[in-house]
C-alpha cells in the first residue's frame, strides 16, 4: 500500500521499511542492518524479524547492528561488542551473550535471559544510579490556561490521501499524554500541527494555549511554551557547532546559536549536562556524535528553558541499554514537575508511569482516548478477543 505514496508523506517507520526493500532488491551478498528496527510499530517489528532470520537460512550473509538485546534474531551465529570505538568481544553467540559480559560492556549491573530462541534482559538492584532531582527545574507556569491544546475536527490530507480524519482531541493542564499507533497513522502529524511545521494547522480549529491558531500570533510565540525532541529536529542541525552550542539555543528555539548565553543560562546548560550524565560529548562537535548521543543532547537543549510542555517523539531511539533507562528515568521525573509531557512511543513497555491519559489512532482515526488504565484495559481486550475470535476452535 506504500508503493504509489510520495516519499515526503511517509512515517518514519514506513521509510524504513521502504529502506530495508530497496537494500533487498539486488539481492546482496551481504546486508548490513543498522538499527532496523527503530521507528517500527510491534506488528512490523516482528514481521521484520521474522523475515531477517529467514534470510539467514539462505545464502544471503547478514550483519545486524542493534542496541536492543532482544532484537537478535534467533540465527545470529556471531556476537561483536563495541566499547568506545574498540573491540571489546568477539565470538559465538553463545560464548559472548552471557550477564557477566553484557554487565561489564555497559558498566551496570545487567541480567541476560533466552527464550524461544530470543534474548530479555534485566537490571539489576542499582540500575544507572540516583538522579538530582534538584537540578529539575520545579518552576511553574502561572499564566497558563487550563486547556493547553484543543483540536475541533482536525483533518489534514495530502494529494487526496487522508493523514488525520476528524480528530477531536483536549489536552488539559494537570495531564500528560502518550499517543499510540501503528506506522503511518498520524502520530507525528499531530506533533508537526503542535509545532507549527505543518501549514495545514492554519486551516483547522486548533488552540494551543487559550490561543486560536492562526489569529496573529508567531511560531516563536508557540515555541517559547514548548520543548521538542525528534528526528526530525535531529536532522536539521547540519552546522558544525558544539553540543554544548545546540544545548544552548533550546533558549532561543534557533537551528544554530546566534547570541552568547548569559552566565545564568551557562549555569542551566551545565546543570543538564550534570543530570544527563553527557559531560563526556558536550564538548564534543555535535555532528560528530552517534545518533543516541544526539538524543541526549537534544533532550538538555528541550528542557533548559523549563518548557510547560515537553514533547517527545520516540526519546529511545539509538540509546543504549543504560541510557534508555537514564532517559527514561528522567522523563518520569519531568512529567512529575510542573513541564507536561505529550508522549509518542511503538514500545508498549516505555509507557511512563507519569502518563495520565493515552490516545489510540489508526489509519488517522482516533480509535480510544481518555484515562491510561482505561483505554490500555480496553486494548488488551480487543486483541485477547481477535486471538480468540481467530484461534481454531
Not at 558544539?242 to 552566565?263: C, E, H, K, N, R
Not at 551557562?266 to 560529548?281: A, G, N
Request: glycine share 8%.
Amino acid at each position: 500500500p506504500l508503493l504509489p505514496q510520495p516519499i515526503t508523506s511517509l512515517s518514519t517507520g514506513e521509510i524504513r521499511k521502504a529502506l530495508i526493500a530497496r537494500a533487498l532488491m539486488k539481492s546482496p551478498q551481504l546486508l548490513i542492518l543498522d538499527e532496523p528496527f527503530d521507528g517500527l510499530d510491534e506488528a512490523s517489528r516482528q514481521s521484520l524479524a521474522g523475515s531477517i532470520d529467514h534470510l539467514m537460512t539462505g545464502s544471503m550473509r547478514i550483519i545486524l547492528v542493534v542496541h536492543r538485546l532482544e532484537e537478535i534474531a534467533p540465527h545470529v551465529t556471531h556476537v561483536l561488542l563495541v566499547r568506545n570505538g574498540r573491540l571489546f568481544m568477539q565470538g559465538t553467540k553463545e560464548e559472548v551473550l552471557t550477564s557477566e559480559n553484557i554487565s561489564q560492556l555497559y558498566g551496570c549491573q545487567l541480567h541476560l535471559e533466552k527464550s524461544n530462541g530470543r534474548y530479555q534482559v534485566t537490571y539489576g538492584t542499582e540500575g544507572s544510579g540516583p538522579i538530582d532531582t534538584d537540578l529539575l527545574c520545579e518552576e511553574s507556569h502561572p499564566d497558563l490556561p487550563d486547556i493547553l491544546i484543543e483540536m475541533k475536527e482536525t483533518t489534514v490530507q495530502y494529494d487526496g490521501r487522508v493523514i488525520l480524519d476528524k480528530l477531536n482531541w483536549v489536552m488539559k493542564r494537570g495531564e500528560n499524554w502518550a499517543i499510540l499507533g501503528p506506522n503511518g497513522s498520524g502520530k507525528s502529524t499531530i506533533l508537526r500541527l503542535i509545532l507549527g511545521e505543518n501549514l495545514q494547522g492554519y486551516a483547522n480549529q486548533i488552540t494551543l494555549f487559550g490561543r486560536r491558531k492562526g489569529t496573529g500570533e508567531t511560531l516563536w510565540e508557540i515555541k517559547k511554551h514548548i520543548g521538542a525532541v525528534s528526528s526530525e529536529l535531529q536532522v536539521q542541525y547540519r552546522k558544525k557547532m558544539s553540543a554544548t552550542d545546540v544545548i544552548a539555543s533550546g533558549f532561543y528555539d534557533s537551528i544554530g546559536l546566534y547570541q552568547y548565553p548569559t552566565p545564568e543560562q551557562k549555569e542551566i546548560v551545565d546543570r543538564w549536562i550534570k543530570l544527563l550524565r553527557i559531560e563526556d560529548i558536550a564538548k564534543e562537535p555535535y555532528h560528530r556524535l552517534s545518533y543516541g548521543q544526539k538524543r541526549m543532547i537534544l533532550l538538555a537543549r528541550a528542557m533548559v528553558k523549563s518548557p510547560a510542555l515537553l514533547i517527545v517523539d520516540e526519546p529511545c531511539h539509538g540509546l543504549d541499554i543504560p541510557n534508555r533507562k537514564r532517559i527514561l528515568d528522567i522523563l518520569e521525573r519531568i512529567g512529575q514537575t510542573q513541564t507536561h509531557l505529550l508522549y509518542v512511543t511503538n514500545h508498549k513497555d516505555e509507557i511512563l508511569n507519569c502518563v495520565t491519559h493515552v490516545m489510540r489512532i489508526h489509519k488517522g482515526r482516533v480509535v480510544s482516548q481518555g484515562e491510561k488504565e482505561e483505554v490500555l484495559q480496553k486494548q488488551i481486550r480487543r486483541e485477547t478477543g481477535h486471538r480468540h475470535a481467530h484461534s481454531p476452535s
